[in-house]
């Protein structure tokens, strides 16, 4: 690996402090920008969950990279290890689409629910009880 | 990365590749399939925290990590997220000194690992208790299941109409978004009365309603999962400890491996911790 064990041992000893560093930093950030650390002073939540993202991949990295050693294998294995997980990236994308969804049709079956009963649809035989505009909305 | 030279089989060995005597990517066997046991694993994990994503996504509310887990020993409450942080710190310490043990077994030094891997074994326990405390708040004090969660957020503003005997009061007013925490007494629970004071239903009175019932069951089985494999580690980290110190991979004359391999597996569990603590504490 071509460091004596000296260099290795301060390595170490750094990574350990920029995880710590990170790890602070994420919560006085969390905490900040939900407005627990400032009283009134916030930021939109998009920008916090980014930053909380990007900071906890940056500790990702140094705990793959460094502490397992990846960044000393041969590329043989670090691809046939790494690029599988973007794999992931798509069921991210896959799952959340989903779920907004889902919450659409939460939010049209509540409004639905709260909508006066129309007299004519008590009349009508099948199971329709959506309007064919509202499906289109889904 | 320099010094990994790319040499074919047989150059390495004098062997055909199927003879078995080469290590494919120049890593052992053992080492080669505890990584890809660890990619596996974290697909595992992914599934469980993408399923937490979609299902919180889906929900009108969700009750804030803030308010859910601001308890600290010695009967602090409103220290949102302190303890958590300080049960990273305990696990981030047990790689560090996991990192140490393996270095001290590349040069051979038996002493070393096993002090180093001591102390990483009392960093496991320790966060194990820390998660012990956490669950027991949850479940004895703060009366959380898997099927019930008590923790909510109102969707409209208004005034309580009764006080729970702890921190609310008859007439104290709320927002849209304020998180609440329903109590349990003698088996029964309160939920608070309160008169709505805006929106569409202004003037009605209603009741704390619970959670999203799926929070508890996430909350268990995700963390419970991360802390089973914590307890896993654990036990494999004691019982190669002992095999060192008693010699035994001396013996083997395969130097330290079976520490290295340990150290992936301990590295990993606090890499899914990362995770862990970035979805369910700080997003």
């Known amino acids: 690996m071509g460091h004596s064990y000296e260099d290795s041992k301060k390595k170490v000893l750094r990574i350990i402090i920029i995880l710590g560093i990170i790890t602070i930093g994420e919560v006085l950030f969390a905490l900040y920008g939900k407005g627990h650390l400032i009283e009134g002073q916030s930021l939109p939540g998009y920008v916090v969950s980014i930053a909380m993202i990007v900071m906890s991949i940056v500790k990702a990295y140094l705990i793959v990279y460094e502490f397992m050693h990846m960044k000393y294998e041969v590329p043989g294995l670090v691809k046939s290890v790494l690029l599988p997980t973007l ?26 629910n709260k909508a006066p009963v129309k007299e004519e649809m008590q009349k009508q035989e099948g199971y329709l009880l959506f309007e064919q505009s509202d499906i289109y909305k889904m | 990365m320099a010094d990994v030279a790319v040499h074919t089989h047989e150059e390495l060995t004098g062997k055909k590749a199927w003879d078995g005597a080469a290590k494919p990517f120049g890593a052992s066997y053992g080492k080669l399939m505890m990584w890809y046991f660890l990619l596996s694993d974290a697909f595992t994990f992914a599934g469980f925290l993408i399923a937490y994503g979609a299902l919180r996504i889906s929900m009108p509310s969700w009750p804030v990590p803030d308010f859910v887990f601001s308890t600290f020993p010695g009967g602090f409450h409103h220290k949102p997220l302190y303890f958590v942080t300080v049960m990273t710190f305990v696990l981030l310490f047990s790689s560090f000194t996991m990192v140490r043990a393996v270095q001290e077994g590349q040069r051979e030094n038996k002493g070393g690992v096993v002090f180093w891997m001591a102390l990483t074994i009392i960093g496991g326990l320790g966060f194990l208790g820390c998660q012990a405390w956490e669950w027991n708040m949850l479940i004895g004090k703060e ?9 909510g957020t109102h969707v409209e503003s208004g005034t309580y109409l009764e006080g729970d005997g702890h921190e609310i009061k008859a007439g104290d007013s709320f927002k849209a978004g304020d998180s609440y925490l329903i109590h349990k007494h003698n088996g029964e629970w309160h939920q608070l009365p309160y008169k709505v004071t805006d929106g569409p239903d202004a003037g009605i009175e209603k009741v704390q309603s619970f959670g999203p019932k799926a929070f508890g069951a996430l909350f ?19 019982i190669i400890m002992v095999n060192v110190a008693t010699g035994l991979y001396v013996e ?10 340990i150290g992936l597996y301990w590295h990993f569990v606090d890499l899914v911790w990362v995770f862990v603590f970035l979805v369910f504490y700080l997003i």
């Open chain 1, 87 to 112: 794999l992931l990236v798509w069921a991210i994308i896959a799952f959340f689409w989903e779920g907004s969804d889902w919450q659409k049709r939460r939010n049209l079956i509540s409004d639905k």
């Open chain 2, 143 to 151: 009366h959380m299941t898997v099927t019930k969660n008590p923790f």
């Open chain 2, 220 to 238: 268990f089985f995700i963390t419970g999962f991360h802390g089973f494999h914590v307890l896993s580690g654990v036990i494999f980290l004691i």
């Open chain 2, 252 to 261: 083997r004359r395969n130097g330290y491996e079976m520490v290295e391999k």
